[in-house]
């Protein structure tokens, strides 16, 4: 089966620093992937070379099999791919409703649209209380429930999430992994998950990837990953016992 999301050898630069190097990985449909590593592991980086918002300086990217490693980040939202953003940054000052019909601006056909507003409030109830409310004046865990839905609007098949539990009280972060599970199952959309704690993000993962100073280290199941302790020692962040 072709992967929905697939790089091949990608190589990126900030001038003379090479942040990635030869990163391969694929999504395949309906999956949720776990991309894991430290700080400056080359995790965002990796995340921005797949919305397109930096160009390799070698490798490829494709979605589908189609090379989409020099297509805009317009592009390649109207072709699939959704985005939640690290730090949620959703518009402060505009209305939930705002903020989920800006979610759907490379899309056409208005009715459609506010059909999908209408669903996203049935996805996400609090947010339906909460239509006409500033996002500014959201809790941490109702903006991520926003930037869920925000990306959803897109009707993307994969998306793409930064450090979806940064900052969020524990209660929160079990109903945010959650959510993503219940997404995942019910909407079939294929989710590429990046974070540092490990173990939250494999505990809804069926594949992960280890990232280390720029190199995928280690890959495999999600459960290969959090069963081997020498993986957990060296790369999770989990010392020995």
């Known amino acids: 089966m072709t992967p929905l999301l697939e790089l091949d050898g990608v190589d ?25 590593g430290g700080n400056a592991s080359g995790k965002s980086t990796t995340m921005r070379a797949i919305l397109g ?5 070698a490798g490829s990217v494709r979605l589908d099999g189609a090379d989409i490693t020099s297509t805009s980040t317009p592009h390649r939202i109207r072709a699939g791919i959704g985005s939640v953003p ?20 490379t899309r056409r056909g208005r009715a459609r649209i506010a059909d999908d507003v209408e669903r996203m409030y049935e996805h996400f109830p609090r947010l339906a209380k909460r239509r006409r409310q500033e ?4 809790s941490g865990g109702e903006q991520q429930m926003l930037a869920f839905a925000r990306a959803l609007m897109s009707r993307p098949r994969l998306i ?22 219940r997404l995942n199952s019910e909407l079939g959309v294929a989710v590429l998950i990046v974070e540092q704690q490990a173990e939250l993000a494999l505990s809804i993962a069926h594949r992960g990837y280890v990232l280390a100073t720029g190199r995928i280290v280690v890959s495999g199941t999600a459960q ?15 010392g020995a016992e």
């Open 224 to 238: 290969e990953l959090l069963g081997d302790p020498a993986v957990q020692e060296a790369y999770l962040g989990k």
């Open 12 to 36: 990126v630069r900030y001038g003379p620093a090479r942040a990635l190097a030869g990163v391969s990985l694929r999504v395949g449909p309906g999956e949720v992937v776990s991309l894991l």
């Open 53 to 57: 918002l930096v160009r390799p300086a």
């Open 135 to 138: 996002a500014g004046t959201l």
């Open 86 to 105: 690290e730090a949620r940054r959703v518009f402060a000052r505009m209305t939930v409703a705002e903020n989920l019909l800006a979610g759907a601006y």
């Open 160 to 181: 793409c999430m930064d450090e979806p539990t940064m900052g969020l009280s524990p209660i929160f972060v079990d109903r945010v992994l959650d959510e993503i599970a």
